[in-house]
């Protein structure tokens, strides 16, 4: 893909710094400032800027310290990037802190009712007069706080040379064109700018250009709502939920999506369910009774969630229902962090329910991961006939990533071994004269044939059962038919590994080490690996999408003498079931794990394997 950046002026070019650098915004949390940042990083998209956003808000509680991180970068690398050259200070609580971690060299701008701790002799300063600009517009009282962070996207705009056009277009956006608050913003912005045009000397380094080529085809969107989106395309008709960050969004699109695409044509009646319950238990045995009466259900929460539907998710296991759960994780154990991000539901996942049994897992990378996986969710728990996770994150779900436009699923739903009522009658004929039984397995695969409750045929009938039972669905406890139902499941989810999404491989001649890694990780490795190639050292990779794995995995990591497992979580969950899975290559596995709340940076992984 060709990328180009728009000539600059001949002048002092090689002392400034086009579209490579990190913008922080500190503000307090219940400022109003999300529509400014969405204003920033918006325009900059539209610039055609490769460009990332990364939200880091407290729980809920109004007041508390938030800031909003803006990576860009010409050459696309979109992880979290530590160093910070531009720092936009509008909170007193922490304005100390916030001016000391700016780079040399960088800028810091700065509401000047705040107090400087530190006069820095190597950075610029721009003091803004937020109060003096707010008062000149003359806005009511209530809307002061909010109107005021429009401050600092005027003086950026200036500063950095963002097309004032562009923040015009994305307040025409975020505002759905309606004409009060767009003007009402507007007008700030737009006083900020022209005070600072007038004001302040432009003589710091960063800039931005219009670029082409990176963004083209794309969205800017969060994963939350391509999940959502995704499942809406997908053809659910149930969905249960509790409300609990960073999941809740999810519901919520679903929720919009729905209403939008999702109506009879004639009646405009709806043609799903979504239900708010009372609790996770009551949401997520919601889904389970949907699934079993063949609805394409799902329910989204967290790990603390995932903790309370263990018992339901273990039943639909062993009674073999096919649920989909979204799990956006977040720092645990316990409530941990609600508003950080992690991947240290993995094992959980897993394994999740008392005895034996192991549930399909999906590692969406992306926000476009999200969308496809959504619908790869709901036919490889129809096909097996079983609950399945798609493991999402914070960082996912609720940060603004560039993702390639969707495309609407062209393949039909996979409803897996459903019988109708004529292939109940043909089913003798079909299998050698063996008559229909729910827990039987016939094809060898593990999977059973399945009806739904209305089916009009006298066989259609079956208990399910969550204890002992054969594999006509009776009960029993002898030992022989414990014993074979479990081999039964265990075989169905060998069958899995050949179903769920395969890795991603990228293989380079001469390297003698690799990463192994998953999810939200991936920006950071492909930076790191152009980091230690740079270094001259060549690194494989390969990008585990689903759980279980497959035999690419272990041919992959015999090839190489040392694969770095790199994860967001404190005990190396991946590293973990790996060893388990790939016995006798436990000397080639290296574990890379870090878990403080962020997302992983490049740095962190380039030193894992240089150090």
């Known amino acids: 893909m060709s990328v180009t950046v728009q000539e600059a002026p001949a002048k002092q070019v090689s002392q400034w710094v086009y579209n490579d650098f990190n913008l922080n915004v500190a503000t307090a949390n219940g400022s109003g400032s999300q529509t400014s940042n969405n204003l920033l990083i918006r325009s900059l998209y539209k610039m055609g800027i490769p460009v990332t956003g990364k939200n880091l808000f407290p729980s809920n509680i ?8 803006i990576r860009l970068s010409k050459d696309g690398f ?14 007193g609580a922490t304005v100390a802190e916030d001016m000391e971690s700016v780079v040399p060299g960088g800028i810091i701008l700065y509401d000047d009712s705040l107090p400087v701790a530190n006069h820095r002799k190597d950075v610029q300063y721009y003091p803004m007069p937020v109060k003096a600009l707010v008062k000149a517009a003359d806005v009511t009282y209530t809307l002061q706080r909010y109107v005021a962070n429009m401050v600092y996207v005027g003086v950026a705009a200036f500063l950095l040379d963002i097309e004032m056009a562009e923040i015009k277009n994305a307040l025409d956006w975020n505002f759905d064109g309606k004409p009060k608050p767009i003007q009402l913003n507007w007008s700030m912005v737009t006083a900020a700018y022209e005070w600072a045009q007038q004001t302040l000397v ?14 083209e085809g794309t969205v800017l969107i969060d994963g939350n709502s391509a999940g959502a989106l995704g499942s809406v395309f997908a053809g659910f008709t149930f969905a249960a939920w509790y409300p609990i960050t960073p999941s809740s969004s999810l519901a919520e699109s679903m929720i919009s999506y729905a209403a939008q695409t999702r109506r009879e044509p004639e009646t405009q009646k709806a043609t799903y369910a979504i239900v708010q319950a009372e609790d996770e238990l009551a949401a997520i045995g919601m889904v389970i009774g949907a699934g079993w009466a063949g609805a394409r259900a799902l329910t989204a929460t967290s790990g603390p969630g995932i903790s309370l539907m263990a018992e339901f998710i273990g039943f639909g296991y062993f009674t073999e229902i096919p649920a989909v759960i979204w799990d956006i994780q977040r720092m645990g154990p316990s409530t941990g962090l609600p508003t950080r991000t992690s991947q240290g539901d993995l094992l959980a996942a897993y394994f999740l329910g008392h005895g034996d049994g192991r549930h399909p897992v999906l590692l969406p990378a992306d926000p476009t991961e999200c969308f496809e996986m959504a619908s790869t969710a709901f036919d490889l728990a129809e096909r097996l006939q079983t609950p399945v996770f798609v493991l999402s994150d914070l960082d996912i779900g609720m940060n603004l990533w560039i993702s390639k436009e969707f495309s609407y699923p062209e393949t039909p739903l996979d409803r897996g071994k459903v019988l109708t009522a004529q292939q109940l009658d043909a089913f003798k004929e079909e299998h050698n004269g063996q008559r229909w039984g729910r827990y039987l397995d016939v094809d060898g695969d593990g999977i059973p044939y399945r009806t739904v409750p209305g089916t009009d045929h006298p066989a259609a009938a079956y208990f399910t059962r969550g204890t002992g039972h054969t594999p006509y669905a009776t009960y029993s406890e002898r030992a022989s038919d ?3 139902n479990l081999q039964r499941l265990a075989r169905k989810f060998e069958t899995a590994r050949s179903l769920v999404p395969a890795p991603i491989l990228q293989e380079v001649d001469g390297a003698r080490i690799a990463i192994l890694s998953m999810g939200s990780n991936h920006p950071a490795v492909v930076e790191a690996r152009s980091r230690l190639l740079d270094q001259g050292i060549p690194t494989s990779y390969l990008r585990l999408r689903a759980l279980p794995i497959n035999s690419e995995v272990r041919a992959f990591v015999e090839r190489y003498e040392r694969v770095y497992v790199v994860e967001n979580n404190r005990d190396g969950q991946l590293y973990e079931i790996l060893l388990t899975e790939l016995p006798g290559l436990s000397t080639r596995l290296v574990s890379a794990a870090k878990c403080d709340g962020l997302p992983l940076s490049a740095r962190w992984i380039t030193e894992q394997i240089t150090q």
């Open 78 to 91: 979109l992880a979290r990037r530590e160093r910070v050259e531009i720092m936009i200070c509008m909170n």
């Open 62 to 69: 109004q007041g508390l310290p938030t800031w909003y991180n």
């Open 202 to 215: 432009n003589d710091q380094p960063y800039r931005v250009r219009r670029m082409s080529g990176f963004n």
């Open 482 to 484: 414990w014993e074979n």
